[in-house]
């Protein structure tokens, strides 16, 4: 098993930056495919990026490219999402999650452990 928790979000104005961090405890001497999805009131989930488990490959949705990096500190079990140039629409719960395996996958099926979220709010 293994538990993540986020933490970092909150308000910021447009054009600003946040950066949210997930950390993993329990099993994580496996190795894992780390991810970030949102989720807006009233939509549906939403994948964000992800992560492999060396940190040298991610992937990210297109409205995010450029603006937002997903990195990794395994020695330190933590996942970041450094997010820049903020807009109103990435207003949303942004949650982490995790996968046993290598792939990259962008399928929120796929992924067998999640954390709680942590509310990130943008203002115009």
């Known amino acids: 098993q293994v538990r993540l928790v986020e933490s970092g979000g909150g308000l910021v104005q447009a054009g600003g930056s946040l950066r949210l961090s997930c950390a993993a405890s329990?099993?994580?001497?496996?190795?894992?495919?780390m991810g970030w999805f949102r989720q807006a009131p009233g939509k549906e989930r939403e994948f964000v990026g992800a992560?492999?488990?060396?940190?040298?490959?991610?992937v990210y949705t297109d409205s995010v490219k450029g603006r937002f990096t997903i990195s990794r500190d395994n020695a330190k079990n933590t996942m970041y999402l450094q997010m820049n140039s903020l807009k109103p629409e990435d207003t949303a719960v942004y949650s982490c999650?995790?996968?046993?395996?290598?792939?990259?996958?962008?399928?929120?099926?796929?992924?067998?452990?999640w954390g709680q979220g942590t509310q990130v709010t943008v203002s115009s």
């Open positions: 329990g099993r994580t001497s496996s190795n894992y495919v």
């Open positions: 992560i492999n488990w060396s940190g040298g490959s991610t």
């Open positions: 999650a995790a996968r046993p395996g290598l792939f990259l996958t962008t399928s929120g099926l796929a992924y067998n452990y």
